[in-house]
């Protein structure tokens, strides 16, 4: 049967041909037991030759909204994250060095202004260019801009309260601390401002080697938790004191593990492991310098991080425990004891650096309360300022940098942060109140740095402590959705020492509201 109906069809095409051809009109009843034929063979199991008509081809044409983005090789993927917030910041007029009767420091608060900030507008193209190769470029334009507050404490929490005002500068000349320096120190010594408008450049190879995957180029070393955490998914409006120390990225490589996921290619399994080697530069003390920058000596940073979900489902919940390690040398070395303080401060000693993250989270599940989650992290870093960034507030330096700490020793600093929420979407609620959710932090980190008062070259950490409270309203996920703080700050007044070094406890408390789209 399949040979006659072979026979047919190529009948009816050459019929058709020589109909075009002559302009033969062919008769209704002749056309009729054709088509009659055709449909005889297609019930007896006869195949059909496919065809593509004119409308397929316009619509694999077609741009637009809902069309797919096609490229000339691989598979294109384009997402963002835009977030606007609005701040408002307690009053204060006095700084928080200021202490003109005992040091004779006169300071003033004047990043304390309230208003309106694009914080966050990252644009990432991810490109499958095979099953086994990825790339992946990100960019923030927003991270260009400068000289607006930080959170959870306009005072700092991505770096250590260690400026004063111009008024300090002019009575005690012109310190590389407060004015020049920062912007040297940033850059690695070669002028302006920290390299920050690209953020993610990097290839992935994986799908080679089963349940893991290699990675070169410019990402977060993989260390702690809530730092390496997508922007989209913060719980807060911003990350904790604590998690900014991790919310670097750095130049590197590395080896990626994932055990017990859904096959051997999920990077997102219950078991996980990261080994690493990166750049390092400058120093672990100042989270989002390191990118895009190179190196000041030929030794490299090793890290290490491993993660456990030992309950992973709708029922039980899902518990995360997790730590990371990260360790180096870092500085020049060639100067162990500069006679002066380079103005590319490359010169400071070297010395062994090394920082350590643990962190655990829990989701209930359908068992009992389901809805409520907790959170917390835990980092202890160790490394060396670079010279003139830690204010002496005796002025035991030389020269032009008499108020700065000239060549500090290593010292260590910790911080820990612990938070809590629950979801009202399990709750016999109206519809529109099922999208909320209250949240609650506890946040403190040493970050106010000055010089030792009796050996000016130790360094001596305060502890801020910051309390948040939060209400988030999802619209659709963390893909639209409008976040609300409000922090109450204690800054370290109370642990300074009376008569000698007194801080003034500045008024710091602030609301910050975030709008947020991810696409």
């Known amino acids: 049967m399949q040979k006659w109906g072979k026979s047919y069809l190529a009948a009816i095409v050459l019929l058709g041909s020589v109909a075009s051809a002559m302009a033969v009109e062919v008769p209704t009843a002749e056309w009729e037991r054709m088509k009659q034929q055709i449909a005889e063979l297609q019930s007896h199991g006869a195949a059909m030759p496919a065809t593509t008509s004119m409308v397929d081809t316009a619509m694999d044409s077609k741009y637009g909204p809902c069309a797919a983005v096609t490229t000339r090789n691989g598979k294109l993927e384009i997402s963002g994250l835009v977030q606007v917030w609005y701040y408002t910041i307690q009053q204060d007029r006095t700084g928080f060095f200021n202490d003109p009767a005992t040091n004779g420091i006169p300071d003033f608060n004047g990043s304390n202004h309230n208003g309106f900030r694009v914080r ?21 334009p927003a991270r260009e801009a400068g000289g607006f507050p930080h959170f959870p404490s306009n005072l700092g929490n991505t770096k250590s309260i260690n400026q004063v005002s111009p008024e300090f500068d002019a009575a005690n000349g012109p310190g590389l601390g407060s004015t020049t320096n920062t912007a040297l120190l940033q850059n690695g010594g070669f002028g302006g401002s920290a390299p920050r408008l690209l953020q993610d450049a990097y290839i992935n190879y994986h799908g080679v080697i089963p349940y893991h995957s290699f990675q070169i180029g410019q990402f977060k070393p993989f260390i702690g938790e809530e730092g390496i955490r997508s922007s989209a998914e913060l719980d807060f409006v911003e990350r904790s004191m604590v998690g900014f120390q991790s919310d670097s990225r750095d130049l590197g490589a590395s080896l990626n593990g994932s055990f017990w996921g859904s096959d051997c290619n999920d990077a997102n399994g ?79 000693p070297s010395n062994s650096a090394v920082r350590y993250n643990a962190w655990a989270s829990y989701d209930f599940g359908n068992a009992f309360l389901k809805g409520l989650w907790i959170r917390g992290e835990w980092t202890y870093i160790k490394d060396r300022m670079a010279p003139g960034s830690v204010i002496d507030v005796l002025g035991a330096g030389t020269g032009n940098n008499a108020t700065m700490q000239e060549q500090g020793q290593p010292f260590s600093r910790d911080g820990v942060y612990g938070a809590l929420g629950y979801r009202f979407k399990n709750l016999c609620v109206p519809g529109y109140l099922k999208q909320l959710e209250i949240l609650g932090r506890f946040d403190q980190f040493q970050n106010v740095l000055t010089a030792d008062l009796v050996r000016p070259e130790r360094t001596d950490a305060f502890y801020t402590r910051v309390w948040t409270a939060g209400l988030n309203y999802y619209i659709q996920g963390h893909n639209a959705k ?26 710091n408390n602030s609301f910050v509201v975030n709008f947020q789209v991810a696409f």
């Open 120 to 140: 966050r507008t990252e644009l990432r193209f991810k490109m499958d260019l095979c099953e086994n190769i990825t790339a992946v470029v990100m960019i923030d």
């Open 270 to 348: 219950r078991f996980q492991y990261q080994l690493g080697v990166y750049n390092g530069s400058p120093t672990y003390f100042e989270p989002g310098n390191q990118q895009n920058r190179p190196d000041q000596n030929n030794a490299k940073d090793f890290a290490a991080r491993i993660l456990v979900r030992p309950l992973w489902d709708d029922c039980w919940g899902r518990l995360e425990i997790g730590a990371s390690a990260m360790t180096g040398r870092h500085g020049d070395g060639r100067n162990e004891f500069p006679q002066s303080v380079p103005q590319n401060n490359l010169g400071r």
């Open 482 to 507: 409008i976040q609300a703080n409000y922090n109450w700050t204690d800054l370290p007044a109370d642990r300074a020492t009376p008569g000698v070094r007194e801080f003034h406890n500045v008024r």
